[in-house]
């Protein structure tokens, strides 16, 4: 199979993350696309080792991915808490840190 | 010894300015006693350096090094020689009659402590100025007798025109000192050193040029503590104070520190022709304007104002002829020192007797009611206008014989401001002695008590014999030689034709006078249908008007431009550039609107951008 088309998923799984992260307003939501992104990244530097036959990316991969469960666990805790004190995972309405 | 000098008259002003209202009722007796105490130490130092034979007179007192930093060394030392003794007992003797004389004049007067202690700390600043031994010292006392001055002149300080004139004096006085702190910068960078030993070694070596600018500077401060022209404005005002004070300060002792700063500082002055022409010249314009005032003046110690300016002038311009005028300066300047004294003292007793009244116009016939102040005014009269053998007399002839021997315009000045002196000082006595008694209501002329009566008389001795003693018993132009030098001048017109010439001229100025003052009645107002220079002599020669126009306006133009341009050029930009900075951060904080998804997108921007930029420098 044409490595390119790899690429090309993990290119529409990113975007469909980044459309996520811009318009959803549910945190969990917005926390899913997040993720959504970094696997689309995981995906193109596995492609790419694949296709280098290297193990550079292969080993990204894996450090994203841990740095992404840390990730998830203090998001998930913080949104958790607004949850518990505002009774809503509005990202909109957790707006109160500006000028 | 020498320091005791300073420190009895400044150890009575502290004692009188701590002690406070405690002092009240001996307070007065102390000052004199200081006064007296300084005078009789003066007089005992001043025995014993006769006694020694010339080359031993002067002595020297280091008390401490006063600054020493780097090359810069300036000892507090006091220095007496056989010109600093002259002015110990011409200021310590003058200033004991006038505080004897004050304890009278001021009987009435609550702040009599507060006065005592001015005089006795003017007493002790002058001393200072005239025993310093280098020219920063002499500053310390030239401040201080400015201080002084200006504390008694607005010693009525709850008369406005006192407070002004008093603050006038002192500001005055600021632009001479200018002068000599400029001079004193010159010295030492020109020779290293600001002691007058040093600079009188170092003065040969140094390039003409600085040396003028030196003599220059040093005239400045001159005019300025002498009240020369063009600096002489603040004298006439300075008549505001107590009529002791106008004696001692503004007619005996300080007055005349700019003279003996010029003779102190002759080994600047004898180097420099270009220096000495403008001392003559400054004394050739202010004793003709002085006397110019003096004509026309109704109120009597505006008049002696006048007299003084002039008289001063008459030194200023003899310390400016050279080693020939030196001995000749100082010598008027002690001879005027007692007769102007005595003349002040008179007038401040016929004021005393009428009621503070000081239009001479008021006057009149007082000759009968005031016997004694008649007598003493009287014989100061006859000395100032240089009648023989009165001490004017001497002294002022020797500075026209002087002054001949060196230009005959200058002579000539001089040879006319003898005439208006007796002009002036005719028309003084006419007005308030003789006549017929033009009175005011409410007023009793009555002779001074005998504490006024008897410095008045002293003086009026001086007056008479004080030529003569210095002139005759004490050599006087041998006597301060070898300080200030001494040369014959080489061609004059001789005394024999030049006296006669003189007392001609004297006798006009007298008579004209007489004519004008003595024989016709004195109008009691003023009359106001005058000739211009009438008027112009009235308004100070218009001193005040020429410096306002000249000095004060433009400066009160560009103190409000200036004022202008800081609030709104300076504080505009700085304002304006908060203002614009504020303004823009308001708009930048819109950016922080705290939703999350708008902080993403601009990461997503960003991150594009960066991406676009890598690929286009890549590619």
């Known amino acids: ?99 | 010894m020498i320091a005791a000098l300073i420190g009895l008259p400044l150890l009575g002003a502290t004692v009188l300015l701590l002690g406070g209202r405690r002092t009240n009722a001996w307070g007065h007796f102390l000052a004199v006693a200081m006064s007296a105490a300084s005078f009789l130490l003066g007089t005992f130092m001043f025995m014993q350096m006769a006694g020694k034979s010339e080359e031993e007179r002067e002595v020297g007192q280091h008390l401490f090094d006063w600054i020493s930093v780097g090359a810069f060394q300036v000892p507090f030392g006091l220095h007496l020689d056989q010109l600093s003794i002259v002015f110990v007992l011409l200021i310590t003797g003058v200033g004991t009659l006038i505080h004897i004389y004050s304890i009278g004049y001021m009987e009435h007067d609550p702040n009599r402590r507060r006065f005592f202690a001015y005089l006795n700390l003017f007493v002790a600043a002058m001393l200072l100025l005239i025993l310093a031994d280098n020219y920063l010292l002499l500053y310390v006392g030239w401040e201080g007798v400015g201080l002084a001055s200006y504390l008694l002149i607005s010693f009525y300080q709850q008369k406005p025109s006192a407070a002004t004139a008093g603050k006038k004096a002192f500001i005055v006085n600021r632009v001479g000192d200018v002068g000599l702190s400029l001079a004193i910068i010159l010295m030492f960078v020109t020779f290293g050193t600001v002691t007058f030993d040093g600079v009188n070694a170092a003065a040969e070596s140094g390039n003409s040029s600085t040396i003028t600018w030196i003599g220059l500077a040093l005239l400045l401060a001159a005019c300025g503590k002498s009240a020369q022209f063009p600096l002489q404005s603040w004298l006439l005002d300075a008549m505001e104070g107590p009529t002791p004070v106008s004696a001692l300060i503004h007619a005996a002792t300080m007055v005349t520190a700019g003279v003996y700063l010029i003779v102190r500082a002759h080994a600047i002055f004898d180097l420099s022709e270009t220096a000495r022409t403008a001392v003559v010249i400054v004394g050739a314009i202010t004793l003709l304007l002085g006397a110019f005032i003096g004509t026309a003046k109704d109120d009597i110690k505006k008049g002696l104002a006048g007299s003084t300016m002039s008289q001063i002038g008459y030194m200023v311009l003899a310390a400016g002829l050279g080693p020939v005028g030196y001995v000749f300066a100082i010598f008027h300047l002690l001879t005027h020192g007692m007769f102007k004294a005595g003349l002040f003292l008179g007038a401040g007793s016929v004021m005393h007797g009428m009621h503070d009244d000081v239009n001479m116009r008021h006057y009149g016939a007082l000759r009968t009611m005031m016997k004694i102040t008649y007598a003493t005014f009287g014989l100061g009269f006859l000395a100032i206008i240089g009648v023989p053998p009165f001490a004017g007399f001497w002294s002022k002839d020797e500075i026209i014989y002087v002054a001949f021997s060196q230009s005959f315009i200058i002579g000539l000045a001089t040879l006319l401001g003898a005439g208006v002196t007796a002009f002036y000082m005719t028309r003084m006595m006419a007005m308030t002695f003789f006549g017929e008694a033009r009175w005011q209501d409410d007023v009793h002329p009555h002779e001074s008590s005998a504490v006024m009566t008897i410095p008045m008389i002293v003086l009026a001795v001086g007056s008479v014999f004080g030529g003569m003693a210095m002139l005759f018993v004490g050599d006087i132009e041998h006597w301060l030689e070898p300080v200030t030098g001494f040369a014959k001048p080489e061609h004059s017109v001789s005394h024999s034709v030049l006296i006669p010439v003189t007392l001609t001229v004297v006798l006009g100025g007298a008579v004209l006078a007489w004519l004008r003052y003595g024989r016709r009645p004195v109008p009691v107002e003023a009359p106001t249908n005058v000739s211009f220079l009438t008027k112009a002599a009235r308004a100070d020669a218009y001193g005040d008007s020429i410096n306002e126009a000249l000095l004060m306006r433009p400066g009160q133009y560009l103190t409000r431009s200036l004022i202008w341009f800081d609030s709104k050029a300076i504080d505009g930009l700085v304002n304006g550039m908060a203002a614009a900075i504020g303004g823009l951060s308001a708009r930048a904080r819109r950016l922080q609107n705290g939703y999350v998804r708008s902080y993403a997108l601009t990461m997503l921007g960003g991150a594009v951008l960066i991406a676009l930029v890598l690929l286009l420098v890549r590619l």
């Not at chain 1, 945190?27 to 959504?36: D, K, N, P, Q, Y």
Request: charged fraction near 10%; glycine fraction near 6%; proline fraction near 1%.
């Open chain 1, 1 to 99: 199979m044409n490595p390119n088309n790899y690429l090309i998923l993990a290119a529409i799984l990113f975007t469909i993350g980044v459309y996520g992260v811009l318009v959803r307003r549910n945190a969990i939501i917005v926390f899913m696309s997040v993720e959504l992104m970094l696997n689309a990244a995981n995906l193109a530097f596995v492609a790419a080792a694949r296709n280098t036959g290297t193990l550079d990316g292969v080993v990204v991969a894996f450090f994203v991915m841990v740095v992404a469960a840390a990730e998830v666990v203090v998001g998930l805790a913080i949104i958790v808490t607004i949850f518990r004190t505002r009774r809503s995972a509005s990202i909109d309405e957790a707006s109160l840190m500006k000028y």
